[in-house]
């Protein structure tokens, strides 16, 4: 018996060993592409670099950048403004189109199934430069297809990426456009996973399609709901390549975004100290976003699977 418990422990130890092991490379490679650059940026943030002769001089500065950003540094805020208008109207837009694209695939049979999921899932498979290039061309002000519909009943032209008034609303269009299929495919899964028997018995309860929707669908798809929310908003604030290939942030700061304004002033201004400040606050407050999203699903959860 003694013999055979000093086997176990033996073997135990050998799972351990075997199982740290296992985990080192992957904790280093973590820290290594993950933490330590995060630390980098922090120590650039507080520091001032400047360029001799090919090699940087970093000076130590303290919270100077931060200071500066927070006082004299109006195109970041108004990216900031733009990038949370960005993000409520084109997720909100997106979650309610992608939901009822979802329950149309969902509620279809045979060839229209396939091919409505075929055309939801088009404009996700696009190349992003492929998108910049179609929707500039689409809208705009002298040879756009958009205008040329517009001046079928008269109206336009309307330069829509050049005027103030419709650059940043044109953006948002183009991203839904770009974005609410990724939005549809989760939400299609989340339809397919929810089982036809309660769906079935609670149907008898309920007069209307619509009385289905409310009080049967949306809440049985309430997680999957919030975790493709969660996850758009999140993704919605790295928005850049549009902005970029569109609007370059203008007309003005009509367009501008967060990203756009570090980019241009990190590579734009060389900038390294600021640019790092602006990162790291944005690093901050896309990470309290995600802490809050998550908290909000496990409240949920934890909600629900009370008796």
């Known amino acids: 018996m003694q013999k055979r418990k000093s086997e176990v422990g033996r073997t135990g130890k050998a799972n351990r060993i075997w199982i740290v092991s296992s985990l080192v490379p992957a904790v280093i490679l973590l820290v290594v592409l993950t933490v330590y650059p995060v630390f980098n940026l922090a120590g650039l943030s507080l520091s001032n670099v400047e360029w001799s002769g090919g090699q940087p001089e970093i000076s130590f500065i303290g919270l100077k950048n931060f200071r500066e950003l927070f006082a004299g540094e109006p195109v970041y805020w108004a990216g900031v403004k733009n990038t949370i208008i960005f993000a409520v109207a084109a997720v909100t837009i997106q979650m309610i189109a992608g939901f009822f694209m979802a329950l149309a695939v969902r509620r279809s049979s045979g060839f229209g199934r396939g091919l409505l999921t075929a055309i939801f899932l088009l404009p996700i498979v696009i190349p992003p430069i492929v998108i910049g290039a179609m929707w500039r061309l689409m809208l705009g002000r002298d040879f756009g297809i958009v205008n ?26 183009v991203d839904v456009w770009h974005w609410t299929p990724f939005v549809f495919l989760l939400l299609l899964t989340g339809l397919e996973t929810l089982d036809d028997e309660i769906l079935e018995a609670a149907r008898l309860d309920v007069k209307s399609k619509w009385q289905e929707l409310i009080h049967i669908i949306i809440p049985m798809m ?70 809050v999203v998550n908290l909000v699903i496990r409240s949920r959860r934890m909600r629900r699977s009370k008796p």
């Open 148 to 173: 040329g519909l517009l001046g079928l009943f008269g109206l336009g032209p309307v330069d829509f990426l050049g005027d103030q008034r419709f650059a940043l609303a044109s953006v948002i269009g």
């Open 222 to 291: 309430m997680p999957t709901i919030l975790i493709t929310l969660g996850l758009r908003l999140v993704l919605s604030f790295k928005v850049f390549d549009e902005i970029f290939l569109l609007t370059g942030g203008g007309p003005g700061t009509s367009t501008e975004v967060i990203n756009f304004s570090i980019y241009r002033t990190f590579f734009g201004q060389d900038r390294v100290g600021m640019g790092s400040a602006m990162s790291l606050l944005t690093l901050l407050a896309v990470a309290i976003l995600t802490v």
